[in-house]
Structures are given as C-alpha cells and as structure tokens.
C-alpha cells in the first residue's frame, strides 16, 4: 500500500487487512507470480470508518496480449562469432526461418553490440538512452531486448550464433559473450536470446555478480514495429539472476504462420524441359534441388516457403 511502504500476504480465502495507519487516499497494489505473474492496483480512501477494496489481478501483457513467463534453465550458448566487435557497432544476419513477430514475419535480424535484435533496419546502433522508455516511436524499433545497455565488445568478448534442431524444433540464438559494461571493464557479463519459430523468444543470463549486470542500467523487454506497443520485463532495475530464463509468447488467439507449397516446371525458350537447374526462392533463401529427369519429362520442384 503506498503511500507508506505496508506489505501484507493475503490469506486461503484471499482476503488481506491493512491497520494502525492514518486516514486518506491510498492505492493498494497485488502481485502474484513474479514480474510476469499476476498484477493488479486500485485506489481507495480511508475516512476513518474502516474500507472494503476488492482487487481483480489480470496477467503482465502488452496491448496486443503479448506474456511473459520466468524459468530455471540451463544457459544457452552459441558457436558462431560474428564479425561484431568494438563500442556502438551493428551487423545483419540472416534468420534460418521466417520469425513471426507483432503481426509481420522477419528473415533478417540486426545485431547491436549493445544488447539488443533489431528486425528492422535501426539505422545503426543504439545505446541504451536510460530512462526505461519502452514502447518508444524513436528509433530502433521492432526490437527484442535482452539486455539493452552501453556495451563494448572487445578483444576478450564476441558476438556469437547457433542454429539447431529442424521444423517447428529449430532455434535460433544469438549470445553476446563476455561483454563488458562501457567505462568498466570489470562488469562483464553473458547473456542470450533465443528465437523459435512460433515467435516465442527467450532470454537467459550468466555470470551475473553485481546490481549493474543484473540490470539496473538496463532494459528488457520487446517492442512492436512502429514502437505503439511493447512488453518491457524489467527498466532499470537489478532483477536479473544467473539461470533464470524470460520467455515472450505471442497472443495464444494469434494464429501461427501460415505454409505454403510452390511447384513449377522450368522450361528453355523451344519448350523443353531444364534438367539440373538451381532454382532459388527470394527471399526465404530456400534452394530446392530438382529432380534428374530425362528429356521429354516435366522436372517439378517443390519448396516450402514461410510467407
């Protein structure tokens, strides 16, 4: 209850009491679950007759039903170190799947040295400004922030990516490791996201030893294209943990991607049909391989592509 700091744990039935404090306005907040479990608030006077507040707790989303959820779970680590390195750099890098992400779907990602994936070109990179702004319309937008902070990565850190698994079972992560805190580098920390292809996204954390990578000059959270909607975890605040997972679903009435099939036959100028040709699928970077057939025959490629 602020103001005035009271903290009580509501009870079987869920009722909770509050005494021995002055009359006036109050607002009574509850949380249960975590910082992605249940929240609710509401404001109340105290006349000095005594008051009834009966709160409703509705789950931590953004306004196009975006969740999150916290998990115990292993750090996930990658192999591929990107050619990223230094204080304030970016590069691109291709997805292995179309990325379903607040209503579009992405192949390319930007990567900051700075702690977060832009899938929208962010015009460079972007330090963390400070001041937990998230949504925000400025630049980068369209944004997944796992640790969003004025990072350097130098010659005893890298940038890094793995791809794994197949189908629906495929991930994508992108770890930045051993990356230091601009200014001290003695604050160094580790930490990734993961990509799947229903759009879930997960962060994990390790070796995090002090307040400042745990957070408390940092920010986590998501944010649509336009930055109209976002869904922040934490801003400003040192409340990550070693081994601790953060999971951004999609709205569960969101339909998944839909899958589609492509056949055609490829011909030469007189009718004929090509035999041992590449075709390539633009943009998906799919390269179906035809079949050897003889002439006379109707080579058929079929490749499987995300729109």
């Keep these: 209850m602020e103001p005035g700091g009271l903290q009580t744990v509501t009870a079987a039935d869920g009722g909770y009491s509050f005494t021995g404090f002055a009359p006036g306005n109050y607002t009574i907040y509850a949380t249960v679950g975590g ?49 990223l390195t230094g204080d304030n750099a970016v590069t691109s890098v291709n997805l292995p799947f179309a990325f379903p992400f607040y209503g579009s779907a992405y192949r390319n990602a930007w990567v900051d040295t700075n702690g977060l994936l832009s899938f929208t ?90 307040d400042a990578e745990r957070g408390a000059n940092a920010l986590v959270g998501i944010e649509a294209p336009a930055g109209e909607d976002g869904l922040p975890y934490s801003a400003d605040e040192p409340v990550l943990t070693t081994g601790r997972t953060i999971t951004f679903a999609r709205p569960a009435a969101v339909d998944p991607l839909k899958k589609h099939n492509s056949s055609g036959t490829l011909v030469d100028a007189a009718g004929n049909p090509v035999v041992g040709a590449t075709v390539a699928l633009d943009p998906s970077g799919l390269t179906p391989r035809p079949a050897r057939v003889g002439r006379g025959a109707s080579p058929v490629w079929s490749p499987t592509a995300t729109p």
């Design 35 to 83: 910082r992605c479990g249940l929240a609710g608030s509401g404001p109340v006077e105290i006349d000095g007759q005594g008051n009834y507040l009966e709160l409703y707790l509705f789950p931590h989303t953004d306004d196009l039903g975006h969740t999150c959820s916290e998990q115990t779970a292993t750090f996930s680590t990658a192999g591929n170190a990107l050619a």
């Design 121 to 210: 070109d962010p015009g460079g990179s972007h330090p963390y400004p400070g001041g937990g702004q998230l949504p925000a319309p400025a630049d980068p937008n369209a944004l997944l922030a796992p640790f969003w902070d004025d990072l350097v990565v130098d010659a005893s850190a890298s940038v890094r990516t793995a791809t794994t698994g197949t189908g629906d079972d495929q991930r994508f992560t992108v770890e930045w490791r051993n990356v230091h805190r601009k200014g001290n580098t003695a604050q160094r920390l580790n930490f990734a996201a993961v990509l799947a292809p229903d759009g879930t996204v997960t962060t994990s954390y390790d070796q995090l030893d002090n």
